[in-house]
């Protein structure tokens, strides 16, 4: 068993910032690209960030010099900084893993439970 668990959603002012956190944990072997997603009411499920296990990111234009995606290998965590927001941010953010668990010969794709941002004021 592999969870992947969110923290750091809230409510927040346009203009603000917040960070998100992601732990993975579980019968993981190998740890992969992680990265992090949203959903917005009525809208598909978009890429916002996302790293590789030696660092290497990208982001979706929406939100390119506002947000930061960074991890950290040894507590199996990724984290989203999250600045300069705007009101169109708000959605569902939900973390992304891709984790080869121990005593399996691929990886797979799993997802948190998702953590709601929303930029109201």
């Known amino acids: 068993q592999v969870q992947l668990v969110e923290s750091g959603g809230g409510l927040v002012q346009p203009g603000g910032s917040l960070r998100l956190s992601c732990v993975a944990s579980?019968?993981?072997?190998?740890?992969?690209?992680m990265g992090w997603y949203r959903q917005a009411p009525g809208k598909q499920r978009e890429s916002v960030a996302v790293?590789?296990?030696?660092?290497?990111?990208n982001y979706a234009d929406s939100v390119k010099g506002r947000f930061t995606v960074s991890r950290d290998n040894a507590k199996s965590t990724v984290y989203l900084q999250m600045n300069s927001l705007k009101p169109e941010d708000t959605a569902v953010y939900y973390c992304?893993?891709?984790?080869?668990?121990?005593?399996?010969?691929?990886?797979?794709?799993?997802w948190g439970q998702g953590t709601q941002v929303t930029v109201a004021s």
């Open positions: 790293i590789t296990s030696d660092g290497a990111t």
């Open positions: 579980g019968s993981i072997s190998r740890l992969y690209g």
């Open positions: 992304n893993a891709d984790v080869r668990p121990i005593g399996a010969l691929r990886a797979y794709a799993y």
